[in-house]
C-alpha cells in the first residue's frame, strides 16, 4: 500500500468518523427534546394548546361525564383550561359531544356547571 493511498483511507476513516459523531449528537439531542417536553393537548373551549399538567381532564365513563384529577383513567378524555371562560364554553353540549364523539345529554351537561363553576 503506497502512502497516497493510505492517506487517502485516513482521509475517508476521518470523514466517517465525522459523520458518525453527528448522527449520535442529532440522536441524543432528539432524544433528550422528547423526554423534556410535557405532552401537549389542546383545550376544548378556547383551542389553545398546553401542557397536560395545566388542563382539567374530564373523562367519559358509561353516561356520565367525570373529573380526572389524577389523569389515569381509563377512556376518552377531554382537556379545559381551568379558566371560568374555558370552562363556560367547555363544558357545553356541544362540546363534549363533539370531544367524546357521542351524544352528551344536557342535564349531564348542568349538572357539570353546577359542579366546576361556583
Known sequence: MTSSQK???LSRFKTV????VDIHREIMITLLNLV?????RTCIGC?????????????????????DPAMRLPGRGVYI???EECLL????????SRSFRRKIKPE???VLKSVMIK
Do not use: D, T
Request: aromatic residues 4%; hydrophobic residues 50%.
Open 7 to 9: 492517506a487517502s483511507l
Open 17 to 20: 468518523k465525522a459523520m458518525i
Open 36 to 40: 423534556l417536553q410535557a405532552s401537549i
Open 47 to 67: 383551542g389553545r394548546k398546553r401542557s397536560k399538567n395545566e388542563l382539567a381532564r374530564f373523562v367519559l365513563a358509561g353516561e356520565k361525564v367525570v373529573f
Open 81 to 83: 383550561c381551568p379558566a
Open 89 to 96: 364554553k367547555g363544558i357545553s353540549a356541544k362540546a363534549l
Open 108 to 110: 349531564i351537561v348542568s
